[in-house]
């Protein structure tokens, strides 16, 4: 019953009551603006994406030591795409040849680049990587703990909710009697959207639900025979609470059905999961005011970003172009919904891969550069600080593993404040924030 997640987050509308000044102050902040809508969408890349090749700086020195440091990993300097940065004091840079239509929006400035991001406690030099002592993430280089502390915000491996379900637990009772529909997946299970009270709830990208078939008024044999079934009392508590379970996840169904049925959207997506799952999160948000829907955190994915081998630049080239196509189609879903300043999405990984090659493909490293895509961005800039490209070199941990320089933290921050959430409140979402010296990196217009 994947509505469950829905009647969970419902169920804890009086713990939601009892948040106090959190709660206080985004009813205030949402009165004061009336029909205020927001939502971030986070795209994860499971696998570790090899962002190496996905930004590159293109000046003729950098290039000729990418070209030799990288050796068969290398893209050749015509292919590239390159991308005009407003901020980068004349320094260029290009994208992966497969990213044509996210070329387009970082040069229309509907996008941004955040640059060697990552899991950190705190800041971290490579002086005191090699000394040993500092604090460092949890588990570094594991798929499992890099994708938790990403989609956490927290570098420690035993954090049990995600960033956008901490804040779905503030902002869920604005969202009124709908308040399960705050945090949504449209890729399974996540961290991400999962709270103290808040639960995502999922939703199948072909917008298929379990029971279409059932019409409470119907008179067929199958409806009528749940109907009855949901209506019989039973004397065992755990027994009626499963029924009432139930019922209530029929009813929730429903309203999102209704809801979906009265939305349109004309914009084409591409013919790929991810797009897929794009094009099913902006059906749901063309669904917000038929839901009263104020603010809400959608979670999507892509696999296959674990390139080991051989085959990397051909899975690489099909990946992100399936990224790239699906992110300007989504852009353009919002565009035609007259919202696009008021929906963010980024791009998230479990970390880089290393600078040289194995051999054959890249290994598991750190650091890695990142897009935010929407009409609120302030786009066509690079934020935070692109590593130096050299292996012994001051952001190099080892191998061309890039120590990060801004960390998740710092990004989900930046967005959480778009957000809504209070300055204060901060600290408390990201207990390592305090550490670093900017809580906001600048890419959210005001």
């Not at 009892?18 to 009336?34: H, I, K, N, Q, V």
């Not at 779905?168 to 945090?183: C, P, Q």
């Not at 009813?251 to 794009?278: H, K």
Request: glycine share 12%; charged share 15%; proline share 4%.
């Amino acid at each position: 019953m994947q509505r469950r997640s829905f009647l969970q987050a419902a169920a804890a509308g009086a713990t939601l009551a009892g948040l106090g000044a959190w709660s206080d102050l985004l009813r205030t902040a949402f009165a004061a603006t009336g029909e205020d809508y927001r939502a971030v969408v986070c795209l994860f890349m499971f696998g570790g994406n090899d962002a190496n090749n996905m930004v590159i700086p293109i000046a003729s020195d950098e290039f000729a030591g990418y070209t030799r440091d990288r050796s068969n990993l290398a893209l050749p300097r015509a292919a590239l795409l390159p991308i005009t940065l407003s901020n980068t004091a004349g320094r260029p840079f290009a994208l992966h040849p497969a990213m044509g239509a996210l070329q387009g929006l970082v040069n229309a400035g509907k996008a941004a680049v955040v640059a060697n991001v990552g899991t950190l406690a705190a800041p971290l030099t490579r002086a005191e990587w090699i000394a040993g002592g500092a604090a460092v993430p949890d588990n570094l280089f594991s798929h499992s703990d890099q994708q938790s502390q990403w989609q956490s915000g927290v570098a420690a491996a035993s954090t049990r909710t995600g960033w956008a379900g901490r804040i779905a637990d503030l902002v869920a009772a604005s969202n009124g009697v709908n308040a399960g529909y705050t945090s949504v997946s449209v890729a399974g299970n996540t961290l991400w959207g999962t709270g103290t009270a808040s639960v995502p709830y999922k939703v199948s990208p072909s917008g298929n639900f379990g029971f279409d078939f059932y019409d409470p008024a119907g008179a067929d044999p199958l409806s009528a025979a749940i109907k009855a079934t949901l209506s019989k009392p039973r004397g065992h508590a755990l027994e009626q609470g499963w029924l009432d379970v139930v019922g209530r996840s029929i009813d929730n169904q429903r309203v999102l059905t209704a809801a979906l049925g009265s939305s349109t959207l004309a914009t084409p997506f591409p013919d790929n999961g991810l797009a897929g799952e794009l094009k099913m999160v902006a059906r749901l948000i063309s669904a917000r005011a038929a839901l009263g829907l104020k603010r809400q955190a959608f979670f999507c994915s892509i696999g296959g970003f674990d390139t080991h081998g051989e085959d990397q630049l051909n899975d690489q080239n099909r990946l992100l172009g399936e990224v790239s196509d699906a992110v300007a189609a989504f852009h353009a879903a919002t565009v035609e919904l007259g919202i696009a300043d008021k929906v963010t999405l980024y791009t998230a990984s479990d970390f880089n891969r290393t600078y040289l090659s194995n051999g054959k493909g890249s290994d598991h490293a750190w650091g890695s550069h990142h897009f935010v895509v929407g009409g609120a961005v302030d786009g066509g800039k690079l934020y935070g600080k692109f590593p130096t490209l050299a292996v012994g070199g001051p952001d190099d941990a080892d191998r061309g593993h890039w120590i990060p320089t801004t960390s998740v933290e710092q990004m989900a921050a930046t967005l959480a404040r778009w957000f809504g959430v209070a300055e204060g409140d901060l600290p408390t979402l990201f207990p390592n924030l305090p550490r670093f010296a900017s809580s906001d990196l600048g890419f959210m217009k005001a």
